[in-house]
Every structure is written in structure tokens, then in C-alpha cells.
């Protein structure tokens, strides 16, 4: 079973930032939090991961509750081709895959 | 990060057959995984193919329905063996060096 818990929708206008929570209570002190994307039949798309360091790169913010037991992805400026299913998954190697969250922006 | 090719990206079959899927990486990577995504659903690993031993498979899933080939670091096969209607989803294999990325997928239909 997936060691994330994240809400099944969200939706966020479009320009605005997305805020995408996750919890992952069960977290060890060596797995990784990591994030990816899944755009409506396409492979999945990785977006970002730490370990317990906020990180960022050029698509999103990795924020990482200092208990690391939960996680929010940020898109700071959420545009229609972010609509996708996100999923968070803590692994040290193999992919877990939950049922993520489904995030909808509208114009 | 790395480039898979993944092929077929769809086919339709006929129940009883088989079908065998290919992903070529364009670098060696160390690690080569395979999932099923039945429609509607989130992606469910099938197993692990380790480079020249057999594959490692997850609950649920075994050797003789889906055999899986590994002869080298760049390449990986799935076959999908005796198909039944059930066996209708997206098969996606995934590589791993830096960071992981996946093929697009193969959309089996069993009819």
C-alpha cells in the first residue's frame, strides 16, 4: 500500500498559486519525498523531490514540515497545462504509486 | 534525465495470445520497472527487472503471465502472456538513474 495520504481533487484558478498537501506519517529517516505528474494519458512526469530541505526548482516548491511527516507541493503560477493527477511518494527506490490528487485549474 | 522508447504504444489482441512489450533507454540506467494502469486507475508496480537475473516481482503478480527480460542496461521486454480481457490497460516501463522517467506507455486492448 501507498505510505501517502492525499486529497482525491483539487481546484485552482488559473495565474493563481496551487498549494497540493500530503501527508506521510510512516516516513523514515532515509526515504525521500518525491513528486510527479500525470497528464491525461501520458507517462508520469517528475516535478521535484527532497528529503528534508524545502526545495525548488523550475516548475514547483518542495515544502517539508521540519517532523517530515507531511509535505505541500507549491505551483507558484498554476496555468491550464498543470491540470494532472500529482502523486507523492516517499521510497528510497521503487515507485509507490497512490491515488494522488487530481488538480483542475480553470481560467 | 534520460529518454525512453517504449513499443508498442497500442495494439488490440485477441484473448489467448501474447504480447511483448519493448523499452529501449537512450543511456545505461541502474534501475528498469514496469506497471500496469487498469482505466481510471492509479499505476500499479508489476516488478523490477534486474539486469541479467530474474525479474523481481511484486504481490500479486508472477513470472509465467508476465515474463520479464533485462540483457543489459539500455533495454527491458514485458510480456504479457495468455491474455484476457482483463489484462486491458496502460503498460508503462520506467527507468532510474538521477532522477526517474517513464516510456509513454502501451495501450493493450484484449478482445
Known amino acids: 500500500d501507498a505510505k501517502t495520504t492525499q486529497p482525491p481533487s483539487m481546484d485552482c484558478a488559473e495565474g493563481r498559486a496551487a498549494n497540493l498537501p500530503c501527508n506521510h506519517s510512516?516516513?523514515?529517516?532515509?526515504?525521500?519525498v518525491y513528486w510527479y505528474r500525470q497528464i491525461h494519458s501520458q507517462g508520469p512526469q517528475y516535478i521535484i523531490h527532497?528529503?528534508?530541505n524545502n526545495e525548488t526548482n523550475e516548475m514547483a516548491s518542495l515544502i517539508i514540515t521540519e517532523d517530515r511527516k507531511s509535505s505541500t507541493l507549491i505551483l507558484p503560477h498554476a496555468t491550464l497545462r498543470d491540470t494532472a493527477v500529482y502523486y507523492c511518494?516517499?521510497?528510497?527506490?521503487?515507485?509507490?504509486f497512490g491515488t494522488g490528487t487530481r488538480l483542475q485549474v480553470f481560467p | 534525465s534520460a529518454v525512453i522508447s517504449q513499443k508498442p504504444s497500442r495494439d488490440i489482441c485477441q484473448r489467448g495470445t501474447s504480447l511483448t512489450i519493448q523499452c529501449q533507454v537512450d543511456?545505461?540506467?541502474?534501475?528498469m520497472f514496469w506497471y500496469r494502469q487498469q482505466p481510471g486507475q492509479s499505476l500499479t508496480l508489476i516488478a523490477t527487472?534486474?539486469?541479467?537475473?530474474?525479474?523481481?516481482?511484486e504481490s500479486g503478480f508472477v513470472i509465467d503471465k508476465f515474463p520479464i527480460s533485462r540483457p543489459n542496461l539500455t533495454f527491458s521486454t514485458l510480456t504479457v502472456s495468455n491474455m484476457s480481457p482483463e489484462d486491458s490497460s496502460i503498460y508503462l516501463c520506467?527507468?532510474?538513474?538521477?532522477?526517474?522517467?517513464f516510456g509513454q506507455g502501451t495501450r493493450l486492448t484484449v478482445v
Open positions: 511518494i516517499v521510497t528510497t527506490d521503487k515507485l509507490i
Open positions: 510512516t516516513i523514515s529517516g532515509n526515504e525521500y
Open positions: 527532497g528529503l528534508k
Open positions: 543511456s545505461q540506467v541502474t534501475m
Open positions: 527487472a534486474n539486469q541479467g537475473s530474474e525479474a523481481t516481482y
Open positions: 520506467q527507468g532510474s538513474d538521477t532522477e526517474a522517467f
